[in-house]
């Protein structure tokens, strides 16, 4: 019989993704059939499907913890931020257009059927579902077309936990407080919390956790510790992006312009011993000491290369050129490296052709499907082998000296004749070890020993190592029960 259980949270960025990919490997190794689900997510950083849709990134990290490939099922709605005309909305994998907040408003009960329809695919096939909410449980402004958490919840009949974040203060009044605006209907979805992000001495918050239950009712599943290793896992948010002052190694700065995208293509360049990454934000200038500066992608590429304009790293930039430094572009970033960027059609924002930064002789147009594919080749000069994946809109010309030869026998990217300015449109190029090492060593750094896809695998056990302390599994499971919708259809 499949069960399923809804992970919900007081606010955004209180650890739900991280908590629901550590129970998904905690049940995956006591022999369940696991599947991860989020009826909505709102995020830039999202992954190709084995299907041939996208979802977000943090419901990949929750599949590879459940150990299952990707779905589009997953994740059915996903909402990628663009410019000024709103957030992309991808439908089960595919994009069905663009829309404001309020428009996205009504376009919600709409959703509701396939985001119901898929959560029916995953539960046909699982012992269990662990759902993740979006935001805030008590968003009551926006409850009448709610999707994401309790709207789902109540129209699927899955019973909801509430996490909590000890690390940003008042945890206390934002679960009670939870209790108390949402309606009460909703309110008796709730069946037990979690703390998460505690430090210190956990008896001192005994009183803490006896007061939520006493107010709310609801009971007391866990005071999470805060998992040290937590910065192994890729974010999902902009916001979790690291930043701060150099140390030592090789230095590497990737921009992080407004409308950043796929940024876990740098996670394995902070686990990296020899490399000190930065994350440069609008407002900083680019370091003077990089040995490489990575344009990374972006959901808008006109309108983050006005924004990369308007923070003077165009100057920066060619500065860096001139010093002999390295310079990568990936995807949106690649496009912003040739001499011109067209929308001609307006599908990332009004309708412009900008002149690009002028470093690769490419011109692109913004136009046709979206591409999503998963591919692998290797680099042409040195025959490196990589594998990685495709999603983006756009065809670029012009490229003279091919970076990567895809399996496919078609040819990927540019590099200039100096060797120091490339660009491609392949995502994870740098999360596979073989080629992080070569780029690594093109820029000076020490010979990388890092594994990161065994890196990931072994955090995931840690983390569900460190739930299994301090959560209370077994209440958890027993918690779940069948959903009203099992079946497709």
Partial sequence: MTRALMIQGTGS?????????????????????????????????????ADGGEIGRAQALQARAAKVPLSVHMNPVLLKP????GSQVVVQGKAVGTAKAREYQAMKPKLLGAVLESFGILAADADLVLVEGAGSASEVNLRASDIANMGFARAADVPVVLLGDIDRGGVIASLVGTKAVIDPADAAMI???????????????????????????????GLVPHFDAAYKLPPEDALGLATGPSGPGVRIAVLAYPRIANFDDFDPLKLEPGVDLAFVRPGEAIP??????????????????????????????????????HVLGICGGYQMLGRKVADFDGIEGPPSSVEGLGLLEI??????????????????????????????????????????RLDSGKT???????????????HGLLTDDRQ????????????????????VEATLDQLADHLEKHVDCDALLALARAPKVTTAG
Wanted: net charge positive; aromatic share 6%.
């Fill in 363 to 404: 011109e692109t147009v913004l136009e046709g499907n979206k591409v999503l594919t998963e591919t692998s080749g290797t680099t042409v000069d040195t025959n490196v082998p990589f594998k990685g994946y495709e999603i983006h809109i756009g065809r670029t010309t012009g490229a003279t000296r091919p970076l990567l």
């Fill in 288 to 325: 003077g000491n990089c040995a490489l500066v990575i344009l990374p992608g972006s959901k808008a590429t006109i309108a983050d290369l006005a924004s990369l304009r308007e923070a003077g790293w165009d100057i920066d930039l060619h500065a860096h050129v001139r010093r002999g430094g």
């Fill in 436 to 455: 992080r090492a070569h780029w690594l060593r093109k820029v000076g750094a020490p010979i990388s020993t890092l594994r990161y896809e065994a890196e």
């Fill in 412 to 426: 990927d990217g540019m590099v200039s004749d100096s060797g120091r300015i490339a660009g491609c449109y392949i």
């Fill in 82 to 85: 663009q410019s000024d005309v």
């Fill in 13 to 49: 960025d209180v650890g739900k993704s991280m908590i629901v990919a550590g129970l998904a490997r905690v049940f995956t190794r006591r022999g369940l059939k696991v599947r991860p689900f989020k009826p909505q997510n709102m995020s830039n950083n999202a992954a190709v499907t």
């Fill in 191 to 221: 069946a037990g919390f979690l703390v998460n992000r505690f430090r210190g001495d956990p008896s001192l918050f005994a009183d803490g956790m006896a007061t939520i239950a006493r107010h709310t009712g609801w009971k007391s599943l």
